[in-house]
């Protein structure tokens, strides 16, 4: 659960990043519509590859469940941190990339 | 025309949002705790030690002790214990003649001494359970009333999807500190977010009340109440009846072996022995709960008692059992280990917290037009005050419920219903105590008191019980040491809320009209 987990949660600060308010909020720059696009593209990706590793470690019923709890978890803290820690938000999501190799290898 | 449809639906949203508020909020918020209530049983039992599990072990002090007290009853059940709930349940129903239904007698055994712990008379998290979709009332009542609030809900959630225009653009939008737009945004963020868990669990709730307010076979709901044993007997009235020769019942331990083996590993919940002194005698396994997602009702293996054959293996569920065994199954958690039983617990307290927000939101609006006059419109001040003690005041009750556990004397005489009394009388005086103060002062009043109660629970556990938190800690019981601490975090948090509201009263009449923010919100 924890890899799916650092997965969405990277995934949804893909997409926030994606969209232009956010974007320009939290890295001070301007939004060009490639890097949109690759964010989006990124983003979606992690959400969707997290089911593999939910999948794998609890099976198909379980697992879908615990994708779906993730998904909803990931986000909900995400949006909380945002106003109040957004640094912190950032930060988490560049670990939780980091992590994500390594959280491979212990499931594996 | 589509302006008008989205104007109709917010509509709709708004007073069946207002009008089921306050009864949702109480159902979010015990069904919540429902998720736990093995552990809150637990904790409001603690006679029952926890030991490490050993399933060989208690069956077989479970089969000598009932050997013992009931060898001429007419059926045995057996659950065991779980890391969740620590006791060895056995009960047992007298021979009755036919037509007639025996009496049960439930007993709590300590898995290793095989003695009956003289537990408090206590509902437990039980009361929660039985309350969010019960609602203490009289038979079929309250389960209607939950079934229309469940359909309400599953109004508001629709058409607040219509509703909301920008949930794409929004998604990842919240603005704290910006008054009723705070407030908006938060009501918005954990309902989009949390969206799915609650679509799932109106949904479901709907599946399971349709069985329920028409006799069908999943009205077995889990519990320790004689009925839902009895229903789940029901797939076994094939098993022959007694023929009057007594016998010898046969060790169970290797049957639940062989029980288990033939689902591969899967663990028993509960064990069923008919006719146990006689040479008929039967012995039907019943899988765990917690086993699969998807819950089978009658997952049974069925041995001979004296012979120890295997009789039947119930077959694969059919389809519509297995799409309403997935609804049940998701609502109930029951498959959900301690991670993902948190994230259901978050997700429940997200639910509570998007129908709390939403009637302070509703409330706020209007006062912004009432803000110049000094007092409120009658129907105003009446939200007001059962917002008030729909919220604030239903966690005094449940603290209440709590700390009558510990400070009732353990002989008391109906005992446990003096539990859920002082849980109503605390929402009781709440209700009167919002009538009784103005607003904000309600408020912040009802949120310290609370706090006070929630905070002070682990000592008022360690002054009272040999279980306090370095105990259960240093012994590994998590779900006592757990409870402990989540009623510290609630406190907690409930004094974080008393002192923002405080601090709002306190700043508002300057630094805020001046900005003609007036009356932004009401916590909750």
């Known amino acids: ?108 | 025309m589509k302006e008008g449809f989205r104007q109709a639906m917010a509509w709709l949203h708004t007073w069946a949002g207002l009008i089921f508020g306050w009864l949702l909020f109480a159902i979010f918020l015990t069904g919540t705790l429902a998720y736990f209530k093995d552990e809150i049983t637990h904790w409001m039992q603690p006679e029952v030690q926890a030991h490490p599990l050993d399933d060989g072990r208690s069956l077989a002090v479970a089969q000598s002790y009932l050997q013992q007290q009931a060898p001429t009853a007419a059926s045995w059940f057996i659950s065991l214990p779980t890391s969740r709930d620590p006791g060895l349940s056995v009960m047992w129903q007298d021979k009755a003649e036919p037509g007639k239904r025996g009496t049960f007698i439930q007993k709590i055994l300590d898995p290793v001494s095989g003695q009956p712990v003289q537990a408090r008379d206590s509902k437990g998290g039980e009361f929660f359970y039985r309350f969010h979709f019960q609602l203490q009332m009289p038979y079929p009542w309250g389960r209607w009333l939950s079934t229309i609030a469940a359909m309400v809900m599953f109004v508001a959630l629709i058409t607040g999807i219509i509703t909301h225009k920008k949930i794409f653009k929004d998604f990842f939008t919240f603005r704290p500190r910006k008054g009723q737009r705070s407030w908006l945004d938060g009501h918005n963020a954990v309902g989009v977010l949390v969206l799915p868990f609650h679509l799932m669990i109106t949904y479901s709730s709907l599946v399971i009340f349709m069985s329920m307010v028409m006799p069908a076979p999943i009205m077995a709901s889990y519990g320790d109440d004689s009925r839902a044993f009895f229903k789940e007997l029901f797939p076994n009235t094939d098993n022959p009846p007694a023929l009057g020769q007594p016998c010898q019942l046969l060790p169970l331990l290797p049957m639940y072996q062989q029980a288990r083996q033939q689902w591969a590993g899967g663990h028993v919940g509960r064990v069923a022995v008919n006719n146990p002194g006689d040479v008929n005698a039967s012995v039907n396994v019943f899988r765990a709960g917690s086993d699969s997602v998807v819950h089978d009702f009658g997952n049974t293996v069925s041995f001979n008692g004296t012979t120890g054959e295997l009789l039947r293996v119930s077959g694969e569920p059919s389809l519509p059992a297995v799409v309403g065994g997935s609804f049940y199954g998701l609502h109930m958690g029951h498959f959900a280990g301690p991670v993902l039983r948190w994230l259901y617990f978050i997700c429940g307290l997200a639910g509570t917290a998007m129908i709390g927000t939403g009637l302070v939101i509703w409330l706020g609006k209007r006062q912004l037009k009432h803000a110049k006059s000094a007092v409120m419109p009658f129907e105003l001040r009446l939200v007001e005050v059962l917002n008030i003690a729909s919220m604030s005041g239903l966690m005094i009750a449940i603290a209440a419920f709590f700390w009558a556990n510990r400070l009732l004397p353990v002989s008391f005489a109906a005992r446990s219903d003096w539990e859920v009394q002082a849980f109503f009388v605390a929402w009781g005086l709440s209700l009167l105590h919002a009538m009784l103060r103005r607003g904000r002062r309600g408020w912040v009043e009802q949120l310290s008191i609370g706090a006070l109660l929630f905070v002070a629970i682990p000592l008022l556990n360690a002054m009272t019980t040999t279980q306090h938190l370095g105990v259960s800690l240093m012994n590994g019981d998590w779900a006592m040491a757990g409870f402990d601490l989540t009623c510290l975090a609630s406190g907690v948090f409930l004094a974080w809320a008393a002192w923002k509201m405080q601090r709002r009263t306190a700043s508002q009449p300057k630094a805020e009209r001046a900005r003609g923010l007036t009356l932004k919100q009401e916590a909750g």
């Not at chain 1, 939290?26 to 490639?34: A, D, E, M």
């Not at chain 1, 939910?54 to 909380?80: K, P, R």
């Not at chain 1, 938000?89 to 990339?97: E, M, N, R, V």
């Open chain 1, 1 to 108: 659960m924890l890899l799916a987990l650092l997965m969405c949660y990277a995934g949804f600060t893909a997409l926030c990043l994606s969209t232009d308010r956010h974007h320009g909020e939290l890295l001070h720059s301007k939004l060009t519509s490639k890097r949109r696009l690759g964010l989006r593209l990124g983003g979606w990706l992690l959400l969707i590859a997290a089911i593999w590793p939910a999948v794998l470690a609890a099976g198909w019923s379980q697992g879908l469940v615990e994708w779906c709890a993730v998904l909803m978890l990931s986000a909900l803290l995400l949006v909380l941190l945002l106003p109040y820690r957004p640094r912190l938000a950032l930060i988490l999501a560049g670990l939780s990339l980091l992590a994500s190799p390594v959280a491979a290898l212990a499931l594996s």
